[in-house]
C-alpha cells in the first residue's frame, strides 16, 4: 500500500501565520505539523509516500524530508496547482499510485491513541473497496458526517451539513482499493467547484463497499486548522510527552521501531542535527 499527504492550500483560517510559511510546516509543540500524519502513515507499515502541495511549499517539504532515504522512506512529491478538492489527489497521483492501494490522509491532522493501529493494519491486508472512519465531535457541521442505521449500518454521508444527522465526522484518514483512480476520474465537481472526498465515498457507499470503522474514546483525533484547534493539539502533545517522557510522532523513532532503520542510520541522522533537546531525544533512542 502506498500513502498519500495532502499538505495544499494556503492555510487562510491560519492568517497571518500562513502569510510566508506552509500551513503543515507550523509547529504542533515540538515537531512540524506534517510529521504527524507521516508518522500515521508509517505505523501502518507504509514507506512509500507522496506529498501533495502548492509550487510554493514543495521545495520546503524537499529540504525538510529530501528523498527519504536517509530515514528508511521512499518521498515523492506533486504539485497541486489549485484548491481543487480533496479527491484529486488520486488523479494526481496516478502514476505513483500505479496498481496498488492506498492511503490518503491530510496533512492537518493529528491521530493518537492505543489499539487502532493494529486493527487498521489487519483490515487493510486485503482491502476491499473504501475504508473510512467516524469520529464523535460535538461541531459535526465543520466535517463531512456520516449517519447510521440502529445498527451502526452506515445510511448516508452528507459535507458540512446544516442540520448533521449524526455527530460522527469523517476524519481526514481514507484507505482505498485501486479503483479509486477511476471513480476520482469520473466525479464531477461539486458547487464549490471541487472534487469533493464525500462524493467519492459516496460512490463506494452506493456500491456497497465503504466500510466505516469508529474510532473510540481510546483515540485522540485533531484537525489542526485553526488557531484554537492547533494550540488545542500543541497542548495535548506537551502534556503527554512531558507526563511520560515519550515524544509523540517522532519520526526517527517511529521509523526504527517499524524497522525501517537500523541504529547505524539513526545515528547518522542524529549528526546532522545541532544542539537541541530534540536531539538529545534521539541520542536516548540509541
Not at 458526517?145 to 454521508?157: A, C, G
Request: proline share 4%; charged share 25%; aromatic share 10%.
Amino acid at each position: 500500500m502506498k500513502g498519500i499527504v495532502l499538505a495544499g492550500g494556503s492555510g487562510t483560517r491560519l492568517y497571518p501565520i500562513t502569510i510566508s510559511v506552509s500551513k503543515q510546516l507550523t509547529p504542533v509543540y515540538d515537531k512540524p505539523m506534517l510529521y504527524y500524519p507521516i508518522s500515521t502513515l508509517m505505523l501502518m507499515g507504509i514507506k512509500d509516500i507522496l506529498i501533495i502541495s502548492t509550487k510554493d511549499d514543495i521545495p520546503r517539504y524537499k529540504k525538510l524530508f529530501g528523498n527519504g532515504k536517509s530515514l528508511g522512506l521512499r518521498f515523492s512529491y506533486e504539485i497541486q496547482h489549485a484548491p481543487n478538492g480533496l479527491a484529486e489527489a488520486f488523479i494526481i497521483g496516478e502514476d505513483f499510485i500505479k496498481n496498488e492501494d492506498v492511503c490518503l490522509i491530510l496533512g492537518d491532522n493529528l491521530f493518537h491513541g492505543t489499539g487502532y493501529i493494529s486493527k487498521i493494519r489487519k483490515k487493510i491486508k486485503n482491502l476491499n473497496g473504501g475504508l473510512i472512519f467516524g469520529y464523535r465531535v460535538s461541531d459535526p457541521q465543520r466535517y463531512g458526517v456520516v449517519e447510521f442505521d440502529k445498527s451502526f449500518k452506515v445510511k448516508s454521508i452528507e459535507e458540512k451539513p446544516q442540520n448533521p444527522k449524526s455527530n460522527y465526522a469523517v476524519p481526514g484518514l481514507y484507505f482505498y482499493d485501486n479503483s479509486i483512480v477511476k471513480i476520482a476520474k469520473n466525479l464531477k465537481p461539486s458547487e464549490r467547484g471541487e472534487l469533493e472526498i464525500t462524493d467519492l465515498n459516496k460512490e463506494y457507499l452506493n456500491k456497497g463497499d465503504l466500510e466505516v470503522q469508529l474510532l473510540g474514546r481510546g483515540v485522540s483525533w485533531f484537525d489542526t486548522g485553526t488557531h484554537t484547534s492547533l494550540l488545542n493539539a500543541s497542548n495535548f502533545v506537551r502534556s503527554i510527552e512531558e507526563r511520560q517522557g515519550k515524544k509523540i510522532s517522532c519520526i526517527e523513532e517511529v521509523s526504527l521501531n517499524m524497522g525501517f532503520m537500523d541504529k547505524k542510520m539513526l545515528q547518522k541522522y542524529i549528526d546532522l542535527y545541532p544542539s537541541c533537546d530534540y536531539k538529545n531525544y534521539l541520542k536516548t533512542l540509541i
